[in-house]
């Protein structure tokens, strides 16, 4: 149920660019792609992957890699009893991160995707756990239900999910309509835009363990811990 004076979700803007734009995007920028967003983004990475709690010998999935900083990580708390597995939909960020994994010596723990998240090519409670950093905001709005079921199909009873992205709870920020206003004039460029990341995995069927409420330079953004519930029990 929806709070009485909560907005609704027709108003996440839509996503208009096609996979392959992204794609060839992506491509174009994985080079380059860390000088742009790492330093953005790591704080509330690093937070999240905490808050996943990555054991040794567990099953861990990456949904959006980018570069492979949060994989690495990932492949070494698995330990070498575990496997890290990633997705992405650009081949220029995979060669990045099996370049990184190498490096470190981590390429026999991870397996890599090239592929969409809104048909995960992986079987059913395969996972103890999911990882999407600021991934989840870059789909459109009609997929992101779809994504979520993927991703329950994936994971074990039980398993999973943390969440780091932009947020579109706080509306009635001025940096936030501001960004949106980019989003709006140059969607090809800023393809991502703030969602209601609680209320999307709560209407996917997820228990919400924890939220957190985070600044992304003025930005809102929220961490959100979920469990994908045994089949009949209640969320």
Request: charged share 30%; proline share 6%.
């Amino acid at each position: 149920m929806h709070k009485k004076n909560e907005p609704k979700a027709p108003d996440i803007l839509p996503v208009p660019r096609t996979k392959e734009e992204a794609k060839r995007s992506y491509d174009r920028l994985s080079r380059y792609y860390d000088y742009l967003t790492w330093v953005y983004e790591r704080k509330y990475t690093e937070t999240a992957l905490g808050r996943l709690a990555v054991s040794e010998g567990e099953t861990v999935l990456e949904i959006g890699f980018g570069t492979g900083h949060c994989l690495k990580r990932i492949a070494e708390s698995v330990g070498p009893k575990g496997t890290a597995y990633g997705i992405d939909i650009s081949t220029g960020m995979m060669e990045i991160s099996k370049e990184r994994l190498e490096k470190a010596g981590l390429e026999n723990r991870v397996k890599l995707f090239c592929g969409d998240a809104a048909n995960l090519p992986f079987d059913e409670s395969m996972f103890d756990a999911v990882f999407m950093s600021f991934t989840l905001e870059l789909f459109d709005t009609p997929e992101i239900p779809k994504v979520l079921e993927q991703i329950k199909r994936a994971l074990k009873p039980e398993g999973r999910l943390v969440v780091v992205s932009m947020s579109k709870e706080n509306g009635k920020s001025i940096f936030l309509r501001f960004y949106e206003w980019f989003h709006n004039k140059w969607p090809k460029y800023v393809d991502c835009r703030p969602i209601y990341v609680e209320r999307s995995l709560r209407e996917a069927g997820y228990t919400v363990k924890s939220k957190e409420r985070v600044k992304l330079f003025r930005l809102p953004g929220e961490i959100v811990v979920a469990v994908n519930p045994i089949s009949g029990k209640m969320v």
